[in-house]
């Protein structure tokens, strides 16, 4: 047999893996050093060359943008396609084993996945029932104690309080809150997880039927399982089917999500014959780039160690740029790529990444105002977008009427009479006679119990619901959704109620996930033959919000966080606000653990880079409301000297270098003090007034002569930017 295609273009120590018998392996490499092409070559290796069946492997990877990749890259390799083959991320291959074995799960069929807002939402109205006080317990932090019990695989009943009343009313919420989703038919994220687990762990039938099914078991980015994901990964593999993982534990980077770098080293205690192989050419970065992320990582302890060599050229410096704050540095950033595209590259090759989603938003404005297409990964993903939601909540209750978030989502909205009091006597009866809200709603109509009008009421919403129902049932997908939006009145309500924009632009979004249901392929799985198109479309809804929007085909610019570009690689890389407080993240700086994990993600950021590594930081930002000054992030400082151009705005005078600049601690900016006089005659923090505007405090100044401009944020009119020979300030 030819294997050329399958080990052609590796390394040697990338083909021992790839061509290794059937035995635990560790792949345990730096970035870029060819990990998932080892795992997507293992793959098409033990199909072509072993003669394994697709069906007899399962592959996870950790977003669904890289299963879909891996799938393509296995196929071209191969050169035909590979049906039944197991590829996706954890919460992917739980879904679908949970949709293939409802019943044994314990859930209905048309069980519907709980998303993070909606799982907050739930725990609120918990908090209520149990009268707990919101302010003490916040949802948000419920919520995340629920999750992380169910990470380490503990059920309410497992969990001792200690005699700790805080504990015990968390229990509390924990228990009524699983027992609520039960009957509600919903499912959270890391319940898809541990219910999979818990089914294939007490059902020994199942369980021998996968392990005798899934002979290879493979696991990319493996730094950033958690507990439940590697207890899941083991009970799937048993003892006797091996486990291929590749990991870099440089890049673990969600420690805060409960990850555990320790699974690496578990790995070779729980499995004895496991081989490891390391590799360490990098085949991404050119030298300089290499060099730097070399140097930055250094600066974490206990790592296992490993230095990555390319033999690329040296290629270009790092670029550092100093931006007065975040507008300039996101003007800065577009002329560049502007720049970019003029020298024939596509915008597709740059990516922009930054640690906080809400940076986005300085980017997206002057990208439209230039004309720059661009795609935001993760951020406001549009499956979670309010209108988005509104619709599917619809379309959800149609499709499992026990669904009582989606059904406290939608029962007055767009409003229609049914007050809040009336549905808190729905949600009474419920809770006593433990039934869904629904069935409570369509029987409240003639029980005499509710007044003539909220009774009248709740009886347009159940007629409106059933009519859906039917009226739908025979329609291809968007017809479905489209009609589920006429039927609801959700655009008339919004058109109403937000005029101008927002109004429209919901409406816009309305319109588009009609378009998405119609773009959507549901494909026929001979494995889940009652999957109908709704709830397969319903189901990719929950579990790909976060990644990104509808593909259009347009040359873009890719936007997203740090951590979303994990396993991705760009040509041009933007590193952006590189400011203590914001890189690394405030919640990090006074604890050391955190703060690896931080430089970590910042390593993830700068091996994402083939050619060109722009960073850069803003000496003013502002950012969730506030104005913050932050010095530069203490990372830039680690970064050797000779491998940085720094790029200064030719007309600032007044600043120093990021070296020169004091380490953290104060939150005071180190240049452009308030009382320190711009080339104008203006300072800082000097009160002026302009004729339109009125008072106001100067913020910012930058340019010199004809250029020169200050920001003053006026106290009726907000902040501007003003070009002083223009403006004609006066001093107060
Ligand atoms: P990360 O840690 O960021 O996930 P990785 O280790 O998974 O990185 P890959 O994405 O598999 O690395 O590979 C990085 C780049 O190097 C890819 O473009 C890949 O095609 C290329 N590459 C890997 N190995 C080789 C090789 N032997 N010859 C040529 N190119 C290679
Ligand atoms: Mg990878």
Redesign the pocket.
């Given at each position: 047999m030819d294997v050329s295609p399958i080990l052609d273009?590796?390394?040697k120590p990338?083909r021992e893996a790839v061509s290794a018998p059937p035995q635990p392996m560790l792949v345990l490499?730096?970035?870029?050093?060819?990990?998932?092409?080892?795992?997507?070559h293992r793959i098409a290796w033990l199909l072509e060359v072993e003669g394994i069946s697709p069906l007899s492997i399962l592959s996870v990877t950790f977003t669904n943008k890289a299963a879909a990749e891996m799938r393509g890259r296995i196929q071209r390799l191969l050169g035909m396609p590979v049906g039944g083959l197991w590829c996706g991320t954890f919460h992917g291959l739980a879904h679908r084993l949970l949709r293939m074995h409802w019943r044994e799960a314990n859930l209905p069929q048309t069980f519907q996945i709980l998303d993070s807002e909606d799982q907050i939402r739930m725990v609120k109205r918990l908090l209520k029932t149990l009268e707990l006080d919101e302010n003490r317990w916040p949802p948000r932090q419920v919520a995340g104690f629920i999750n992380a019990r169910k990470d380490e695989g503990s059920r309410p009943q497992h969990l001792d309080d200690r005699g700790d009343p805080a504990q015990r009313e968390l229990i509390r919420v924990y228990s009524l809150y699983e027992e609520t989703c039960q009957r509600n038919g919903v499912v959270d994220f890391a319940e898809l997880l541990l219910r999979s687990l818990e089914l294939l762990r007490d059902n020994l039938e199942l369980q021998a039927h996968y392990r005798n099914r899934f002979r290879h078991v493979l696991v990319?980015?493996f730094q950033d399982t958690n507990a439940l994901q590697y207890a899941w990964l083991r009970l799937i593999a048993g003892d006797q089917n091996p486990i291929f993982a590749?990991g870099?534990d440089d890049?673990s980077i969600y420690g805060w999500r409960g990850a555990k770098i320790e699974n690496i080293h578990n790995f070779t205690r729980h499995y004895p014959s496991c081989v490891t192989i390391r590799?360490e050419?990098?085949?991404?970065s050119s030298g300089n780039i290499l060099k730097a992320a070399n140097a930055l990582i250094d600066n974490n302890r206990g790592r296992l160690g490993k230095k990555l060599w390319t033999d690329d050229r040296d290629g270009e410096k790092l670029h550092l740029y100093a931006a007065f704050n975040e507008l300039d540095e996101a003007r800065y950033i577009t002329g560049r790529i502007k720049q970019w595209v003029d020298d024939g590259n596509l915008r597709s090759d740059v990516a922009i990444l930054y640690r906080s989603n809400a940076q986005s938003r300085v980017f997206e404005s002057t990208f439209n105002e230039n004309r720059i297409p661009y795609r935001v990964y993760g951020g406001l993903r549009f499956f979670e977008r309010a209108e988005i939601k509104d619709a599917l909540a619809y379309l959800r209750l149609t499709s499992n009427l026990a669904d009582d978030p989606s059904f406290e989502r939608i029962v007055n909205h767009p409003p229609r009479g049914i007050g809040e009091r009336t549905v808190d006597m729905l949600r009474q009866i419920a809770r006593t006679e433990r039934r869904p809200l629904w069935e409570v709603a369509a029987e409240a109509v003639d029980s005499g119990e509710f007044t003539a009008r909220a009774a009248g009421a709740i009886g347009r919403f159940v007629h409106l619901i059933r009519q859906m129902n039917e009226e739908i049932k025979s329609l291809p997908l968007y017809e479905q959704v489209e009609a589920v939006i006429s039927l609801a009145g959700l655009k008339e309500h919004f058109l109403a109620k937000e005029k101008g924009e927002t109004g429209q632009a919901r409406v816009d979004n309305l319109n588009e996930l009609v378009t998405a249901a119609n773009g959507y392929v549901h494909i026929q799985d001979d494995e889940l033959p009652d999957m109908d198109e709704l709830s397969s479309f319903l189901a990719h809804a929950a579990l790909e919000a976060g990644e990104g929007q509808g593909d259009a085909g347009e040359d873009c610019v890719q936007m997203m966080t740090l951590h979303s570009a994990?396993?991705?690689?760009f040509s041009m890389v933007f590193l952006c606000g590189l400011e203590e407080g914001l890189f690394p993240h405030q919640m990090s700086v006074n604890e050391p653990g955190r703060l690896e994990e931080e430089r970590r993600l910042c390593y993830?950021g700068i091996?994402?880079a083939e050619q060109q590594l722009v960073i850069s930081y803003a000496e003013q930002r502002q950012l969730h409301g506030q104005t913050r000054f932050n010095p530069p992030s203490r990372f830039l400082q680690e970064l050797p000297e000779e491998l940085v151009d720094e790029i200064r705005p030719k007309v600032q005078t007044y600043q120093t270098s990021y070296r020169a600049q004091a380490r953290p601690a104060t939150n005071v900016r180190p240049s452009h003090r308030p009382g320190s006089q711009t080339e104008s005659g203006f300072s800082i923090g000097q009160q002026v007034s302009h004729a339109k505007f009125g008072e106001g405090v100067i913020t910012n100044a930058e340019g010199a002569g004809a250029h020169a401009r200050v920001e003053v944020n006026f106290e009726t009119a907000g902040r501007k930017w003003l070009v002083l020979v223009y403006a004609s300030l006066q001093k107060v």
């Open positions: 273009e590796l390394n990338q490499a730096g970035a870029g050093s060819g990990k998932t092409r080892v795992l997507v990319d980015e590749v870099d890049q590799l050419q990098n085949y991404r994990k396993g991705l690689e993830v091996t994402r």
